[in-house]
């Protein structure tokens, strides 16, 4: 609770508050899942129909394509939404550091540090990078 509110604090003297309630990169990776989801239910389907007796130990009656189906959907849901969550975890990682310590990031990495701040201006024009 302390770190996420020291994390609050120092968006806010920043004037960065902006940037904690746009949630694109959290939207991005939560569509990634969808589409996973989707496309491991698609596959669960086509196991289904290449193997008749796939889901019969189930004893699901007519409907064994559907239940293929959401089977794959949930299994791929929960595999990509462990994986999505690192990456956010990276991503919001990244953010709290380079709002923090511009600077030292531009001294250790200056080639990175000027296509982050590139990016920056094109999304959040608004917001001054360096004080």
């Given at each position: ?38 496309l491991t239910g698609l596959i669960g389907v086509l196991f289904a129909y290449s ?15 559907l239940d293929a189906f959401f089977i794959g959907l949930i299994i791929g849901l ?16 990244v953010i709290v550091c380079f709002c923090d310590s511009p600077q030292e990031f ?26």
């Open positions: 609770v302390e770190a996420g509110r020291s994390v609050f604090e120092l968006f806010e003297t920043k004037g960065w508050s902006s940037i904690i309630s746009d949630d694109l990169c959290d939207r991005v990776l939560e569509l990634i899942c969808v589409g996973v989801g989707l193997d008749d007796q796939l889901l019969e130990a189930l004893d699901l009656g007519d409907y064994e394509k929960v595999f990509s939404s462990i994986l999505m969550s690192v990456v956010g975890a990276g991503v919001n990682a531009e001294a250790n990495h200056p080639e990175l540090s000027l296509e982050m701040r590139d990016a920056w201006v094109l999304a959040w024009p608004e917001l001054v990078i360096f004080e």
